[in-house]
């Protein structure tokens, strides 16, 4: 057995060159590299030791591991999610930061990671192991214990946290982030501390840990005793409906589902994550699901008694915080890869299992069951009155602005089928998860389990370099407001300096529309969601001027080329000859961004649905008062589900 001299930081960089995600879909293998680069920002705490080896190398073999500038720490690690879902898990980016504010920076694209099961691989650097300038500059002090430094603030917010304190430990760090990047039940966050002195340390490591490897996504079979649970459950069933999450896409089981829904005449709906599981315009395709959903697939859950989830977590939103599933007798047949969420609201049949394996079996048991023809007609009449509701939305015509639901179907509209619409936080995710028509199960990538502010382009930034990597040939569109594009737009500079074609669509309704509305419906009038002066009377910032911002002369200023489209009477026509205008540049030519004004005071149709924001039903306001009142009747509407 051979060995090679190198420092730590070299041997991180050669370790993960030679990493490898192999795949089995319907008899095909692939195999990728799990790490295609690593992003950074350099400071004093891994210019010479990470930066070090990633420079070396650069020049050595320029395609060992590629080094990509961002901007901001958190919007690299937007950018290695964003990669992750397009690439369905099978990679995702690196990301090296210096001490201090450098990682600590990083700990809310750590959260997002996490909390949408994502992977992402972070190296913030750390203090001396030595201790021998102890304090070293940007380190955090405690007084009680030494051997805690800021980068403890990732192990809430990770599914795996190492710190490697002497060179060996380097070892069994990178095998133990491997096995947690590539699991599709443990994924999400991996941060590996590097403190600046250990990443310079020289250590003799072995050939066979630099040797290519291999990592297997697993996909478990489901068990023949669930298979029988759930068919006989599903075969008693009157009015069962799905509910798809975004494991079906990561287990690449849109047609089984199809077929599957085809045969039974089960309809569809789907959270947040499963948006482009089934076209938008399929018979069986009720569509978002729950606090942000289609008056369909909410009046067709509220009375099913059985409920088949397949790759969800049960989000809040999915059930309308429990309000969502009202028939007493419902019962839950979940079927996930993580046992967390197939035992959630005590399922009567909890397979934990690959959906795409699961549906071929729940095919072949379930020959010759179908919904009665009372349930598809019920199916086909709520579906016939949400489409009537979103094209009327979409033919709204409110001037001199438009009003969002008007913005959303013009875009809409102007895009092709198999271009990406991402977006994140604020009025946007709920309303286009309520009406964004999509028909191409990649045509979606709505971040709304951290639902973050900012990471819209980033996130999408991310999106477009799996696609070019790729090379699928579609366009990716943020669509933004105001307060995210405030919150993160830094790296309109990197996709500048890449030549990264991303277009923007900058939707400006100056202030927090979303909160707003959610503000006015809880009794607290809009109260500091408005971008206004400070009455310094009255220190209030509700009834002031409008703010004198121009975002779209910031996006040039970053280098973007922007595209103005001011409002009036053709607004709509403007709006969507920007999208082909941007849609017709060529790839190389960076990102556009499209400025368009909305009224932030029209609602998208309603849910018929609820979310429980608690309101305290103590208070000298009377909105507050009657929003209270409407509060505990919601309330009563809550259950436990907690039976089988």
Same mark, same amino acid.
């Given at each position: 057995?051979?060995?090679?001299?190198?420092?730590?930081?070299?041997?991180?960089?050669?370790?993960?060159?030679?990493?490898?995600?192999?795949?089995?879909?319907?008899?095909?293998?692939?195999?990728?590299?799990?790490?295609?680069?690593?992003?950074?920002?350099?400071?004093?705490?891994?210019?010479?030791?990470?930066?070090?080896?990633?420079?070396?190398?650069?020049?050595?073999?320029?395609?060992?591991?590629?080094?990509?500038?961002?901007?901001?720490?958190?919007?690299?690690?937007?950018?290695?999610?964003?990669?992750?879902?397009?690439?369905?898990?099978?990679?995702?980016?690196?990301?090296?930061?210096?001490?201090?504010?450098?990682?600590?920076?990083?700990?809310?694209?750590?959260?997002?990671?996490?909390?949408?099961?994502?992977?992402?691989?972070?190296?913030?650097?750390?203090?001396?192991?030595?201790?021998?300038?102890?304090?070293?500059?940007?380190?955090?002090?405690?007084?009680?214990?030494?051997?805690?430094?800021?980068?403890?603030?990732?192990?809430?917010?990770?599914?795996?946290?190492?710190?490697?304190?002497?060179?060996?430990?380097?070892?069994?760090?990178?095998?133990?982030?491997?096995?947690?990047?590539?699991?599709?039940?443990?994924?999400?966050?991996? $941060?590996?501390?590097?403190?600046?002195?250990?990443?310079?340390?020289?250590?003799?490591?072995?050939?066979?840990?630099?040797?290519?490897?291999?990592?297997?996504?697993?996909?478990?079979?489901?068990?023949?005793?669930?298979?029988? /649970?759930?068919?006989?459950?599903?075969?008693?069933?009157?009015?069962?409906?799905?509910?798809?999450?975004?494991?079906?896409?990561?287990?690449?089981?849109?047609?089984?589902?199809?077929?599957?829904?085809?045969?039974?005449?089960?309809?569809?709906?789907? $959270?947040?994550?499963?948006?482009?599981?089934?076209?938008?315009?399929?018979?069986?395709?009720?569509?978002?699901?729950?606090?942000?959903?289609?008056?369909?697939?909410?009046?067709?859950?509220?009375? /099913?008694?059985?409920?088949?989830?397949?790759? $969800?977590?049960?989000?809040?939103?999915?059930?309308?915080?429990?309000?969502?599933?009202?028939?007493?007798?419902?019962?839950?047949?979940?079927?996930?890869?993580?046992?967390?969420? /197939?035992?959630?609201?005590?399922?009567?049949?909890?397979?934990?299992?690959?959906?795409?394996?699961?549906?071929?079996?729940?095919?072949?048991?379930?020959?010759?069951?179908?919904?009665?023809?009372?349930?598809?007609?019920?199916?086909?009449?709520?579906?016939?009155?949400?489409?009537?509701?979103?094209?009327?939305?979409?033919?709204?015509?409110?001037?001199?602005?438009?009003?969002?639901?008007?913005?959303?179907?013009?875009?809409?509209?102007?895009?092709?089928?198999?271009?990406?619409?991402?977006?994140?936080?604020?009025?946007?995710?709920?309303?286009?998860?309520?009406?964004?028509?999509?028909?191409?199960?990649?045509?979606?990538?709505?971040?709304?389990?951290?639902?973050?502010?900012?990471?819209?382009?980033?996130?999408?930034?991310?999106?477009?370099?799996?696609?070019?990597?790729?090379?699928?040939?579609?366009?990716?569109?943020?669509?933004?407001?105001?307060?995210?594009?405030?919150?993160?737009?830094?790296?309109?500079?990197?996709?500048?300096?890449?030549?990264?074609?991303?277009?923007?669509?900058?939707?400006?309704?100056?202030?927090?529309?979303?909160?707003?509305?959610?503000?006015?419906?809880?009794?607290?009038?809009?109260?500091?969601?408005?971008?206004?002066?400070?009455?310094?009377?009255?220190?209030?910032?509700?009834?002031?001027?409008?703010?004198?911002?121009?975002?779209?002369?910031?996006?040039?200023?970053?280098? /973007?080329?922007?595209?103005?489209?001011?409002?009036?009477?053709?607004?709509?026509?403007?709006?969507?000859?920007?999208?082909?205008?941007?849609?017709?540049?060529?790839?190389?030519?960076?990102?556009?961004?499209?400025?368009?004004?909305?009224?932030?005071?029209?609602?998208?149709?309603?849910?018929?649905?609820?979310?429980?924001?608690?309101?305290?039903?103590?208070?000298?306001?009377?909105?507050?008062?009657?929003?209270?009142?409407?509060?505990?009747?919601?309330?009563?509407?809550?259950?436990?589900?907690?039976?089988?």
């Amino acid at each position: 057995m051979g060995f090679q001299k190198l420092s730590v930081a070299q041997t991180v960089v050669k370790f993960l060159a030679n990493q490898y995600t192999v795949d089995t879909i319907d008899g095909q293998e692939y195999c990728e590299r799990t790490i295609p680069g690593i992003f950074g920002i350099f400071g004093h705490g891994n210019v010479a030791g990470m930066g070090q080896a990633l420079r070396q190398y650069q020049e050595l073999d320029p395609s060992l591991m590629p080094y990509y500038q961002g901007r901001n720490e958190q919007a690299q690690v937007d950018q290695a999610v964003g990669y992750a879902r397009h690439t369905r898990r099978r990679a995702t980016y690196a990301v090296t930061t210096s001490i201090g504010p450098g990682a600590s920076n990083m700990v809310t694209g750590a959260a997002l990671a996490t909390t949408n099961r994502l992977p992402a691989l972070l190296f913030p650097s750390d203090q001396f192991a030595t201790r021998v300038p102890d304090p070293v500059l940007q380190q955090l002090e405690r007084f009680d214990a030494a051997d805690v430094t800021v980068n403890d603030i990732f192990r809430p917010v990770s599914r795996y946290f190492d710190r490697v304190w002497r060179p060996e430990q380097v070892f069994s760090a990178l095998l133990n982030g491997m096995r947690v990047l590539t699991d599709p039940v443990d994924t999400g966050a991996v $941060t590996i501390a590097l403190p600046q002195d250990v990443q310079a340390e020289e250590i003799l490591v072995p050939d066979e840990f630099l040797a290519p490897r291999h990592w297997r996504i697993r996909r478990p079979e489901p068990e023949d005793v669930d298979i029988q /649970a759930a068919m006989s459950v599903i075969r008693e069933a009157k009015k069962p409906v799905i509910v798809a999450g975004g494991g079906v896409h990561y287990a690449f089981a849109q047609n089984e589902l199809r077929q599957f829904a085809e045969a039974t005449g089960i309809p569809v709906t789907c $959270t947040q994550a499963a948006v482009g599981v089934m076209d938008w315009d399929h018979p069986l395709c009720l569509g978002a699901v729950g606090s942000t959903g289609s008056t369909a697939s909410n009046a067709l859950v509220r009375d /099913a008694d059985v409920i088949i989830g397949i790759g $969800t977590r049960y989000e809040d939103f999915t059930t309308a915080s429990r309000t969502a599933f009202q028939n007493p007798d419902v019962k839950f047949v979940n079927i996930n890869v993580a046992a967390f969420d /197939a035992y959630k609201h005590s399922g009567v049949v909890a397979m934990v299992a690959d959906a795409k394996k699961a549906l071929i079996k729940l095919n072949d048991a379930l020959s010759g069951f179908k919904v009665s023809s009372a349930v598809t007609e019920e199916v086909a009449s709520e579906k016939a009155r949400w489409n009537g509701i979103v094209d009327d939305a979409f033919a709204e015509r409110y001037r001199p602005l438009m009003s969002q639901n008007e913005i959303i179907g013009a875009v809409n509209e102007a895009m092709d089928d198999r271009d990406v619409v991402v977006c994140a936080a604020g009025s946007l995710p709920g309303d286009l998860h309520k009406m964004w028509r999509v028909k191409d199960a990649y045509g979606y990538h709505v971040e709304y389990a951290y639902s973050c502010m900012g990471y819209e382009i980033p996130g999408g930034l991310g999106v477009k370099r799996a696609s070019l990597d790729t090379q699928d040939g579609r366009d990716v569109v943020v669509m933004v407001g105001d307060g995210s594009y405030l919150m993160m737009n830094t790296e309109l500079v990197t996709a500048v300096a890449e030549g990264i074609k991303l277009i923007v669509v900058l939707i400006q309704n100056h202030g927090y529309a979303s909160i707003g509305a959610l503000s006015e419906s809880v009794g607290s009038q809009r109260f500091g969601t408005k971008y206004r002066t400070l009455d310094k009377e009255t220190h209030s910032f509700d009834h002031g001027d409008t703010l004198p911002i121009d975002l779209a002369a910031n996006a040039q200023s970053l280098g /973007a080329k922007v595209i103005r489209v001011e409002p009036g009477e053709d607004v709509r026509e403007r709006l969507q000859d920007a999208v082909a205008q941007a849609k017709a540049a060529p790839e190389g030519s960076g990102p556009i961004v499209i400025h368009v004004e909305s009224d932030p005071m029209i609602d998208a149709p309603s849910s018929e649905s609820w979310w429980d924001v608690p309101i305290t039903g103590v208070s000298e306001l009377s909105s507050t008062q009657n929003a209270y009142e409407t509060y505990r009747e919601k309330k009563a509407m809550q259950r436990p589900l907690l039976g089988p």
